[in-house]
């Protein structure tokens, strides 16, 4: 695992085109997807009926919703990235998200993050940052995608 840490605008724009680093593997638990069905009114059995999964499912097991392994972004993008001095964080765009492959249940993932760009609008820094969820002991990863954040620095 890799930490930056970066101050100001002018700090974040020196990593512009480098990979910022690599979260610590977290694992997907059975009782973490039963709460994201809860959550979002999305029961279906691929997710949440272990039996039948195991029986009828291509992938042989319970999978994650996507939208769990994407909501999985923020707290793996603190393990990679601390930016400080800032009024305001706002998720702005995700672009070109796909989700490549299923995540089972008890999977690990972790995410890898790499600064496209940075661009200051008035004091501003629109940031488009390449991710992707890797899967331990997997060759593709769960998903792919181009997330922007809008940070707004203390002057």
């Known amino acids: ?3 930056v840490t970066i101050s100001s605008l002018e700090e974040l724009t020196r990593y512009e085109g480098q990979e910022l680093g690599v979260s610590s593997y977290f694992q997907v ?3 973490q ?3 994201f069905a809860e959550a979002t009114l999305d029961h279906q059995w691929i997710h949440v009926d272990a039996e039948r999964a195991q029986s009828e499912s291509p992938f042989q097991a319970p999978i994650a919703h996507g939208y769990l392994t994407l909501s999985l972004l923020p707290y793996l993008w603190m393990q990679v990235v601390t930016i400080n001095n800032l009024k305001l964080q706002v998720n702005y ?3 070109s998200l796909r989700f490549n492959q299923p995540v089972k249940v008890d999977s690990h993932v972790r995410l890898r ?3 496209l760009s940075v661009k200051n609008l008035r004091g501003v820094a629109k940031t488009r940052i390449e991710v ?3 899967i331990q002991d997997q060759p593709k990863p769960a998903y792919t995608g181009v997330i922007t954040f809008l940070y707004h620095f203390d002057k």
Do not use: C, G
């Open 1 to 3: 695992m890799s930490h």
């Open 93 to 95: 765009e995700i672009e």
């Open 29 to 31: 638990t059975q009782p």
């Open 33 to 35: 997807i039963n709460l």
């Open 132 to 134: 992707t969820l890797e």
């Open 113 to 115: 993050a790499k600064l």
